[in-house]
């Protein structure tokens, strides 16, 4: 699964973290991001993390053919110590550290569509066959950031209905004076 960039700034949004992997030794820590895959390199740009607050967001461009990538670090400060690389195209997944298991080649990622250009995702963050795949381990929605001009487009609708109501309102004599007749 991959996305092709339209050219327009995405914000991301953690709603919700619901893993044991909140950065408390001896758990570890989910670190959420975007990926460029070209020529054999997988090109990272983290976003969001685990111990963030519900509601942090991040906004970022992504460039021509890209998706997103969870990484679950387990045991950081142990002799132990696993991250697991879950891409949004699994065949890139991987994993790395002493004694880590071979990737389960299973996605680790559940999209929903939304409003608005608007979609949900809900990420898994532990390898089958200890995996619940329940995807709420982080809950994340991206939707595009309005340009600039459209704020302005915007703006100058706003505006522009209020002139008319103002003098729609002149004209018929509501302008808040008190007219004699």
């Known amino acids: 699964m991959s996305f092709t960039s ?3 700034a995405q914000e991301v949004s953690l709603l919700g973290v619901f893993t044991t992997q909140t950065g408390v030794t001896p758990l570890g820590t989910d670190y959420f991001g975007w990926y460029t895959y070209n020529n054999g390199m997988v090109s990272m740009n983290p976003l969001l993390n685990s111990t963030e607050a519900m509601g942090s967001t991040a906004t970022f461009l992504p460039t021509g053919n890209y998706g997103f990538y969870l990484e679950n ?15 949004t ?4 997944d991987y994993t790395s550290g002493p004694g880590a298991p071979a990737t389960d080649g299973l996605q680790h990622f559940s999209i929903f569509g939304g409003t608005n250009g608007a979609f949900y995702m809900g990420l898994e ?3 089958s066959p200890s995996g619940d795949f329940d995807y709420n381990d982080m809950v994340l929605e991206l939707q595009p950031v309005p340009e600039p001009a459209s704020f302005a487009m915007m703006a100058v609708g706003a505006g522009l209905l209020g002139l008319i109501v103002f003098r729609s309102h002149s004209q018929n004599g509501e302008d808040g004076n ?4």
């Open 125 to 127: 963050d532990t390898p």
């Open 178 to 181: 008190n007219h004699a007749d």
């Open 89 to 92: 195209n699994s065949g890139l």
């Open 6 to 8: 339209s050219g327009t």
């Open 73 to 87: 670090v387990q045991s950081p400060g142990t002799t132990y110590t696993a991250n697991y690389f879950w891409f």
